[in-house]
């Protein structure tokens, strides 16, 4: 994808557990007209640490609002979909005086 200023932020996400690792990368893309967000670029890969080597990237062919990951037909999309339901994300703010949005 071409970096553009519409062009938020590349995220890469990576879950370990039991033995297993899954890794979901997307780009966040902002598009002006209706102040909408969109994910582009977004791929998965899966492996068991006793691989030698890394898995390559399964890559989605188009973007949209909403994740592909989940309504993926490809079978190893779903480990990667139940490790990462069982995670947490927690966002933590600068919410003193001195925040930068309060000032």
């Not at 995220?11 to 007209?33: D, Y």
């Amino acid at each position: 994808m071409k970096n553009t200023p519409e062009q938020l932020a590349l995220q890469h996400i990576q879950a370990v557990c039991q033995g297993h690792a899954a890794a979901l990368r997307f780009t966040l893309v902002h598009l002006s007209a209706g102040d909408t967000m969109m994910l582009a670029d977004e791929a998965f890969r899966f492996a068991n640490f006793d691989q030698k080597q890394q898995t390559s990237w399964t890559q989605f062919a188009s973007v949209g609002k909403e994740a592909q990951l989940v309504a993926a037909a490809d079978p190893a999309a779903r480990p990667v979909v139940d490790l990462f339901k069982h995670c947490a994300i927690y966002q933590f703010h600068n919410t003193s005086a001195h925040a930068y949005i309060r000032q």
